[in-house]
């Protein structure tokens, strides 16, 4: 069983619902992402969702551009990042690694040659923002077979029929996209969510996790009762950018903390709770 | 079939040139695109959709654009005749506008109130924000600080159109971030709004229908070559920034393969200097961006670079995926030429002809001037004059050290 799978196996046991951060690798520079992913960890991340920074980010908000320009300042790279795994790994062997980008540095590395390193590297699952299913046929097979997950996207806007491509070819889980809009946006639906979730989530046979625009433990708690999993990223980006460097670290885990003790208080435990 | 009328049905179904473009997007946006997708195939069969489009081009472009033959730069050139499709003369001064009034008569088919546009040069922005004016849409124009500063006069000219244009400072502050910015735009608004994409790249459909609704100007050449210079000519040529208007006039000509089919990228400094924007003719490695697989001038860890242009318009790392195919399968070449080469064609038209060319068009004017002078004076070159360069008046006067 996948580490992916172990994870949501252990939490569906517990009555927990996931904590999945997000950060750009290399931000704000190559050596604070090990310390941080470590804090996310003792804040309670349950996974990890490490962003690959990319000169063109298309699907994110101002707040991750930022963090992808800071990576690429200090030369991060998709080898670099596959190297900040491999030392997490090291001292880490149970909490999922889930790379986060955009097809070209992947292309540019060879997209078998980088499913092999990734493997070794102990990532667990890839998720491609600009490979919708249709254009990830190739490399959906070639993350299976080094074992590793290969996550989609599903949106407000899909169609039903686009649930069943993503079940056919994803699995870990899947992430659904909270709002129509980039990274860090502030609209978020929790009617629409609420809506939409049981369907996707028999539809895929897969957990549901949800992100793009959750802000705070409110926010999180909420979108908890219906989704199995709970995705922060550009919050948890602002308040490195807002931390003096060394402090970033406790910073992110006390934020963390509180995001993990709202999901698990009793009011947002449970898997078949309705809001 | 005789050999040089071969067939060709480019792109398949989901949008592939070969092994170039398709649609790499994020998830919320497929769904727009195959509404968009759909909403297309619905416009074609429809002959009131064709019907407004022609009105619309001969009434408020102005077109058929006329073809000119360039007699006294071509005589001093000393070579083969030169022939001027003049794009320069269409309504807002260059061949964008075709391309956005298909494109906003499907908004409005589609009942999408707001437009979007990327732009570089600014023809793109002026030309969006002219449509959404006659059509009474809102439209929002996003341009890199660094061409705002390169664009002045356009940037009045959107406004003055009613336009609203949003400076975008991430990245290289150019075209490429614009483009990312308006796709960061549609991503939000995606119920109301319609990106209007100025050239044939982006995702899928945005490539073939640019292309279908820049075909107009070979279309046009077809007739008018035999009436005005007797044959078809030798050489198509034309500048390629993403590649509207050279795919827009080599589309017509694709069948006829013994009509060679010319692309001029921007060298820039100089390939050698790696300060250009020609990933076709420097051979740079294929990759994915705005969401379609082509040539990408990219770093050796997939980042893409900043390139160089005298010309705005042609400040693009990335080319329409059905030019990459083209260069594959052979059926067309692409060369490059410098931003000097490009200036000394612009003054050369402006003493010998009359005309003021745009920078962009100046490229395909300079490889013409290059390869004219070895060639017999019965052979014929068929320029595609994309635009008018009034708007570059401040760059070329830089470069002369005037100060207005
Ligand atoms: C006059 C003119 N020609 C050419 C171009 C380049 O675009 P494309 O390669 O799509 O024709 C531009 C772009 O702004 C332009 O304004």
Not at chain 1, 36 to 43: D, K, N, R, S, Y
Not at chain 2, 148 to 171: D, F
Not at chain 2, 255 to 269: M, N, Q, W
Not at chain 2, 359 to 372: F, G, M, P, Q, R
Request: proline share 6%.
């Amino acid at each position: 069983m996948s580490r992916i799978a172990k994870t949501f196996e252990t939490l569906r046991g517990q009555g927990r619902k996931a904590l999945i951060p997000f950060i750009t690798a290399g931000d704000p520079d190559p050596d604070m992402t090990l310390p941080l992913m470590q804090a996310l960890v003792e804040g309670g991340a349950d996974i990890i969702e490490l962003g690959v920074p990319f000169s063109d980010p298309m699907a994110d908000g101002p707040t991750i551009q930022r963090a992808s320009e800071r990576a690429l300042q200090h030369g991060m790279s998709l080898r670099g990042v596959l190297g900040i795994v491999s030392a997490f790994r090291r001292e880490n062997g149970n909490t999922p690694v889930v790379l986060m980008g955009y097809a070209n540095p992947i292309e540019a590395y060879g997209t078998d040659v980088f499913a092999r390193d990734a493997q070794a590297a102990g990532v667990d699952g890839v998720l491609v923002v600009d490979y919708p299913p249709e254009e990830c046929v190739e490399f959906s097979a070639s993350l299976r077979d080094h074992d590793l997950d290969p996550i989609f996207l599903l949106a407000p806007t899909s169609t039903e029929q686009r649930y069943s491509e993503v079940a056919a070819l994803g699995s870990g889980y899947l992430y659904y996209v909270s709002l129509k809009g980039v990274t860090g946006a502030g609209h978020l639906d929790f009617d629409e969510v609420a809506r939409r979730i049981p369907v996707i989530r028999e539809k895929v046979g897969m957990p549901v996790g949800v992100g793009f625009g959750i802000r705070d433990a409110a926010s999180a708690r909420r979108i908890a009762q219906v989704a199995d999993a709970v995705v922060i990223g550009s919050r948890i980006i602002e308040e490195i950018e807002n931390s003096p460097r060394d402090e970033g670290p406790a910073r992110v885990r006390a934020f963390l903390r509180e995001i993990r003790m709202a999901l698990d208080s009793k009011s947002g435990r449970g898997f078949e709770e309705k809001p | 079939m005789p050999m040089h009328e071969l067939p060709y049905h480019q792109p398949d179904a989901h949008g592939h040139f070969g092994r170039y473009g398709g649609s790499f997007v994020a998830e919320t946006l497929k769904p727009a695109l195959d509404e968009l997708l759909a909403a297309y195939a619905d416009a074609q069969r429809d002959p009131a959709f064709r019907a407004e489009f022609e009105y619309d081009l001969k009434h408020y472009v102005g077109r058929p654009s006329p073809i000119y033959h360039a007699k006294r730069w071509s005589k001093l050139l000393g070579g083969a005749q030169i022939y001027l499709k003049r794009e320069d003369l269409n309504h807002t001064g260059a061949h964008k506008v075709n391309n956005c009034i298909g494109q906003a008569l499907l908004a409005r088919r589609m009942g999408k109130p707001r437009v979007i546009a990327e732009t570089g040069a600014g023809q793109h922005g002026v030309a969006t924000a002219t449509v959404a004016a006659r059509y009474g849409m809102e439209c929002c124009v996003y341009m890199g600080s660094e061409d705002i500063k390169r664009q002045a006069a356009n940037v009045y000219r959107m406004k003055l159109l009613g336009a609203t244009v949003v400076p975008v400072n991430s990245g290289s502050k150019t075209l490429k971030d614009a483009l990312n910015e308006a796709m960061r735009d549609w991503v939000t608004n995606v119920g109301n709004t319609f990106y209007i994409i100025g050239t044939v790249a982006g995702p899928h459909p945005y490539p073939m229908l640019v292309r279908d609704f820049q075909t107009v100007i070979g279309t046009e050449c077809l007739t008018q070559m035999p009436e005005l210079a007797g044959r078809q000519p030798d050489a198509v040529i034309a500048c390629v920034g993403g590649g509207s208007n050279a795919m827009g006039i080599f589309y017509s000509y694709i069948p006829k393969t013994d009509v060679r089919l010319i692309g001029v990228e921007a060298a820039g400094f100089g390939l050698a200097t790696g300060k250009h924007a020609a990933p076709l003719t420097a051979n740079s490695p294929v990759g994915v961006l705005h969401g379609n697989r082509t040539y990408l001038m990219q770093d050796e860890n997939g980042q893409i670079i900043e390139t160089h242009s005298i010309s705005a318009g042609l400040d693009y790392p990335g080319v329409g995926p059905e030019h990459a195919w083209l260069k594959d399968s052979g059926r067309a070449e692409y060369v490059a030429v410098t931003d000097d080469e490009a200036l000394a064609a612009f003054h050369a038209l402006c003493r010998l002809e009359g005309i003021i060319p745009a920078l962009e068009s100046s490229h395909a004017l300079a490889y013409a001037a290059k390869i004219a002078p070895s060639m017999s004076s019965d052979k014929l070159l068929l320029v595609n004059l994309s635009g008018r360069g009034d708007k570059d008046m401040h760059t070329v006067a830089e470069k002369s050290g005037i100060q207005f």
